[in-house]
C-alpha cells in the first residue's frame, strides 16, 4: 500500500485534530482555592493529565496536596466535579484534623457564594459535613518503595471498582525512591514504569494524578543550586511541572513545564482555611 495512503487511512481511523479540540473544551479541571494559582494552571488542576507539584520543607505541597483532595469533592451544582480522592501518603504526613478544618472552610465559602441563594440554605448545610469529606478521601500509608509499587499496581483495579474517583494524589512521590535504593539505573527503571501507569490511569479515567516531590542539590555551573529530586529522566513522567518556592516572606507557584501553557508564577498563600490568595493581593501574576 502506498505509504501516503496508509497514514491517511490510520488517521480517519483514528482522532482528528477536531476530536482532540473538542476533548480539551471538555476538560474538566479541579480548583487550588486561590485564583491567582488557577489562572496559572488555565483553569486549575487538569483531569486526564499527570501533574508534579515540588519545593521546599514547609512550602505548602501537603496543604495543596489535601485542599485538592476536598476540593475534588465539591459538588457539580456547585461548579465541582461531585469527586472523590486516593491520597497515597509515603511520609506520614496527612493530617485528619487539617482535613476538617480545610473541608469546614470549603463549605462555609460554598454556602456563603451565589450558588446557594435561591436554594433551601438549611438543606444545603445539613448535606454538606466536614466528615462526609473525609470520608470520600481513600487514604493509603505506604512505608517502602515495594509498597508503593504494588499500590500503584492496584490503583486501576480500585478506581474501576470505584469510577467516582476524580484525582490521585502521591505525597511524596521520592521519599521511599530516594531512601532506599542504591542502583540508580535500576530506580529509574521502576520509576519510568510507574510513571506510564499513572500517565494510562489519568487517560483511562480522566483523573487527574498529582505528585508531590522534594527537593535536592544540583551541581550546575560551578554552584550548588536547589533542583526536584529524582532526576533529569524523572521530569518527563509528568505533564505539567509546578515549582513552589518562597520569594521574600511570600509564597509563589511558578509554571515550569506545560504542553499548552506559558510559563509563569503566581502568588498563594497557606492559611487556617487552607490554600487561599496571597495576603497582598494587589501583586499581579507576573509572567516569565
Given at each position: 500500500?502506498?505509504?501516503v495512503?496508509e497514514?491517511?487511512?490510520?488517521?480517519s481511523?483514528g482522532?482528528?485534530n477536531?476530536d482532540?479540540?473538542?476533548?480539551?473544551?471538555?476538560?474538566?479541571?479541579?480548583t487550588t482555592?486561590?485564583e491567582?494559582?488557577?489562572?496559572?494552571?488555565?483553569?486549575?488542576?487538569?483531569?486526564?493529565?499527570?501533574?508534579?507539584?515540588?519545593?521546599v520543607?514547609?512550602?505548602?505541597?501537603?496543604?495543596?496536596?489535601?485542599?485538592?483532595?476536598v476540593?475534588?469533592?465539591?459538588?457539580?451544582?456547585c461548579g465541582?466535579?461531585?469527586?472523590?480522592a486516593?491520597?497515597?501518603d509515603?511520609?506520614?504526613?496527612?493530617?485528619v484534623?487539617?482535613?476538617?478544618?480545610?473541608?469546614?472552610?470549603?463549605?462555609?465559602d460554598?454556602?456563603?457564594?451565589?450558588?446557594f441563594?435561591?436554594?433551601d440554605y438549611?438543606?444545603?448545610?445539613?448535606?454538606?459535613?466536614?466528615?462526609?469529606?473525609?470520608t470520600?478521601i481513600?487514604?493509603?500509608?505506604?512505608?517502602?518503595?515495594?509498597?508503593?509499587?504494588?499500590?500503584i499496581?492496584?490503583?486501576?483495579?480500585?478506581?474501576?471498582?470505584n469510577?467516582?474517583?476524580?484525582?490521585?494524589i502521591?505525597?511524596?512521590?521520592?521519599?521511599?525512591?530516594?531512601?532506599?535504593?542504591?542502583?540508580?539505573?535500576?530506580?529509574?527503571?521502576?520509576?519510568?514504569?510507574?510513571?506510564?501507569?499513572?500517565?494510562?490511569?489519568a487517560?483511562?479515567?480522566?483523573?487527574?494524578?498529582?505528585l508531590?516531590?522534594?527537593?535536592?542539590?544540583?551541581?550546575?555551573?560551578?554552584?550548588f543550586?536547589?533542583?526536584?529530586?529524582?532526576?533529569?529522566?524523572?521530569?518527563?513522567?509528568?505533564?505539567?511541572?509546578?515549582?513552589?518556592y518562597?520569594?521574600?516572606?511570600?509564597?509563589?507557584?511558578?509554571?515550569?513545564?506545560?504542553p499548552?501553557?506559558?510559563?509563569?508564577?503566581a502568588?498563594?498563600s497557606?492559611?487556617?482555611?487552607?490554600?487561599?490568595?496571597a495576603?497582598?493581593?494587589?501583586?499581579?501574576i507576573?509572567m516569565?
Amino acid at each position: 500500500m502506498d505509504p501516503v495512503r496508509e497514514i491517511v487511512l490510520l488517521f480517519s481511523n483514528g482522532w482528528t485534530n477536531c476530536d482532540c479540540l473538542r476533548e480539551e473544551q471538555f476538560v474538566t479541571r479541579i480548583t487550588t482555592s486561590c485564583e491567582d494559582l488557577d489562572n496559572i494552571l488555565g483553569g486549575g488542576i487538569n483531569c486526564q493529565e499527570v501533574i508534579e507539584i515540588g519545593g521546599v520543607p514547609g512550602i505548602g505541597k501537603t496543604q495543596l496536596g489535601i485542599q485538592l483532595a476536598v476540593n475534588v469533592q465539591i459538588a457539580l451544582e456547585c461548579g465541582g466535579l461531585g469527586g472523590k480522592a486516593i491520597y497515597i501518603d509515603t511520609e506520614g504526613s496527612f493530617m485528619v484534623e487539617r482535613v476538617f478544618q480545610i473541608a469546614e472552610a470549603c463549605i462555609e465559602d460554598l454556602l456563603e457564594s451565589r450558588v446557594f441563594q435561591q436554594k433551601d440554605y438549611q438543606a444545603c448545610r445539613e448535606s454538606m459535613q466536614p466528615q462526609t469529606f473525609l470520608t470520600n478521601i481513600f487514604y493509603f500509608r505506604v512505608c517502602s518503595y515495594t509498597e508503593q509499587i504494588a499500590l500503584i499496581n492496584y490503583l486501576e483495579k480500585f478506581i474501576t471498582e470505584n469510577r467516582d474517583v476524580k484525582i490521585v494524589i502521591i505525597d511524596s512521590v521520592t521519599f521511599h525512591f530516594r531512601q532506599d535504593f542504591d542502583d540508580l539505573a535500576l530506580r529509574t527503571r521502576v520509576l519510568s514504569g510507574m510513571a506510564l501507569k499513572l500517565m494510562k490511569l489519568a487517560k483511562s479515567f480522566s483523573l487527574a494524578v498529582v505528585l508531590l516531590n522534594q527537593v535536592t542539590t544540583k551541581f550546575t555551573e560551578g554552584s550548588f543550586q536547589l533542583t526536584l529530586a529524582l532526576g533529569d529522566s524523572w521530569s518527563h513522567a509528568c505533564t505539567n511541572r509546578v515549582i513552589l518556592y518562597w520569594n521574600g516572606s511570600e509564597r509563589f507557584a511558578y509554571l515550569d513545564k506545560s504542553p499548552s501553557l506559558r510559563s509563569a508564577s503566581a502568588p498563594y498563600s497557606v492559611t487556617s482555611k487552607g490554600i487561599r490568595v496571597a495576603s497582598s493581593h494587589c501583586k499581579k501574576i507576573r509572567m516569565m
